[in-house]
Every structure is written in C-alpha cells, then in structure tokens.
C-alpha cells in the first residue's frame, strides 16, 4: 500500500506559478510510473503529466509551462506550474504505479487561477 500526500495548491492570479507536492509513503524509485492529473468542475480527469524510468510525457496544453520532477531522497515528486491560465483551475492529484502496475492516488490539492 502506498500513502501520497499532495501539497502546495491555492489560489494564484493569472500568469501566477505554483509548485504542487506529492509525498509517497516508500521510496519512489520503487515506482514505475509517477504524474499528475487534474479534474475541472463537470469535467473528466485527465493527465497533466507523467514521469517513467524513461521517458515524461506532458498534455499538449501545459507543454512548456508545466515541469515533472522527482526527488529521490525525498520520495516527493513535484509539478512545476508556470504562466497559469484560469482554464488551469483544476483538483490536481498525485498518481502513481509500483512495480506490480498498482495504481495509487492522492487526494488532491485545490488550485484557482483568478484575478
């Protein structure tokens, strides 16, 4: 079983940055997969990032002003958001996979982009 704790949402005015925590209860490079997703109001989640032993993939609207990371001494991994948008009001939550595939999730960081 795998704990996440999320961290650093809140409230941002437009062209604002935030950066998103997510704390894993074991190590992280036990993990296959790590990324984040979001979830607006009325809408679907869907995948903001994700970060693999080999590759990062980022949704084609946040390329460029979103950066994974990873801390492996921490077992954190980290969203960076830069030039936030209002469209990038979302529930942001943690999501990731352990070595049998197992998907596990935080419970999410509010983020409000507005002037």
């Known amino acids: 079983q795998v704990q996440l704790v999320e961290s650093g949402g809140g409230l941002v005015r437009p062209g604002g940055s935030l950066k998103l925590s997510c704390a894993a209860s074991?190590?992280?490079?036990?993990?296959?997969?790590a990324g984040w997703y979001r979830q607006a109001p009325g809408k679907q989640r869907e995948l903001v990032a994700v970060l693999t032993t080999s590759s990062t993939t980022y949704a084609d609207s946040v390329k460029g002003r979103f950066t994974i990371s990873r801390d492996n001494a921490l077992n954190t991994v980290y969203l960076q958001m830069n030039s936030l948008k209002p469209e990038d009001s979302a529930v942001y939550f943690c999501?990731?996979?352990?070595?049998?595939?197992?998907?596990?999730w935080g419970q999410g960081t509010q983020v409000t982009v507005s002037s």
């Open positions: 999501n990731v996979r352990d070595l049998l595939g197992r998907p596990y």
């Open positions: 074991i190590s992280i490079v036990r993990l296959l997969v």
